[in-house]
């Protein structure tokens, strides 16, 4: 073990967890990963960085698991990344959704609280958890409201930390961020999807996009400025939660115009087919967050906008395909 500063990531191998490990590589902390064990292992976004990152393999289903990834890795602090990260999914796998986004948290926790009680503990909450929003904008007050079964998992996720919290006196933080992406993004999520689609229709790859309601909206930050908040709360000796947001929201819509923009497709429209197979059985209407205590207390404040974030990642998706 180095005398570095060390920290653990769950979900490494996600869009947030390879941000935040480059991001802590560049802090120079030894950086450690969790990993589950799968029969096709996809490390594309963190295969840049494998020779200067340890992996250990656990999975927020198995105990035992967890408890040696710490014991190996001896973390100063933790960053729980890991979970069923996809909302539609949620609801063709609810049960496993639970276990993995909710019950597997209190397990990482115990784990902390077995081996390295005086770390400090990052849980990834989620905007989703407002739902059917209370008020507008949403704060760290604004009640929980959750319409998904991922939804109702990270509220899970979210209250056990600050119940571990407040019981053990543990520092343990959880940051509610609000919808964030990057070129890194996976495919199946809407904005990825439309600016991948976008560049594939510019260079004759596809010829139409489906989408669900392109009139929902969110407040959608940019990847890479997220995962420095994560950081921040945990330089704070008060843990605390906080709302990780840009204080906008755009719509779907918004989403398409930019990136057909930015691909030289101009109007969106002729390529856009309504699906209903992408309609959720119970929409989130209106989530935008309120940023204001991370801006007081971590000086954070975003500094990407949504517009330069859909640019960037069509630029990213016609590059892409170009080198494909």
């Not at 500063?5 to 030894?30: C, F, M, P, V």
Request: a negative charge; hydrophobic letters at 40%; one cysteine or more.
């Amino acid at each position: 073990m180095s005398d570095r500063r060390a920290a653990l990531i769950t979900g490494i191998t996600g869009q947030d967890g390879s941000y935040l490990a480059e991001l802590l590589l560049d802090k120079g902390y030894e950086v450690h990963g969790m990993v589950r064990r799968a029969s096709t292992e996809k490390f594309d976004r963190i295969e840049q960085l494998r020779d200067r990152i340890t992996l250990h393999q656990g999975d927020l289903l198995d105990q035992r698991s967890l408890v040696d990834a710490l014991r190996a890795s001896r973390p100063a602090e933790i960053y729980n990344l890991a979970a069923m990260s996809f909302v539609a999914v949620s609801w063709i796998q609810p049960t496993l959704t639970a276990e993995f986004t909710g019950v597997g948290v209190t397990r990482m926790l115990e784990a902390m609280r077995e081996v390295c009680p005086d770390a400090r503990f990052y849980q990834a909450s989620s905007s989703e958890m407002f739902g059917k929003v209370r008020e507008v904008p949403q704060n760290e007050s604004t009640p929980f409201y959750p319409r998904s079964p991922y939804g109702v998992a990270k509220a899970y996720g979210h209250f056990i930390t600050v119940n571990y919290r407040e019981s053990y006196d543990l520092h343990a933080t959880s940051g509610i961020l609000f919808n964030h992406e990057s070129p890194r993004r996976g495919l199946e999520f809407v904005t990825r999807k439309i600016t991948w689609h976008a560049a594939a229709i510019k260079q004759g790859r596809a010829g139409e996009l489906h989408l669900g309601n392109l009139d929902a909206e969110r407040d959608w930050g940019y990847a890479k400025d997220y995962v420095e908040a994560m950081w921040l709360m945990l330089q704070r000796d008060l843990p605390e939660d906080y709302v990780i947001a840009t204080g906008q929201a755009h719509s779907v819509r918004d989403c398409c115009r930019i990136a057909f923009d930015e691909a030289g497709l101009g109007d969106y429209e002729p390529y856009v087919v309504i699906d209903p197979a992408f309609v959720r059985p119970a929409e989130v209407d209106h989530l935008i967050g309120d940023p204001s205590k991370a801006a007081g207390d971590l000086g954070w404040t975003p500094r990407t906008t949504f517009e330069e974030l859909i640019r960037l990642m069509t630029r990213s998706d016609l590059e892409l395909l170009r080198s494909g």
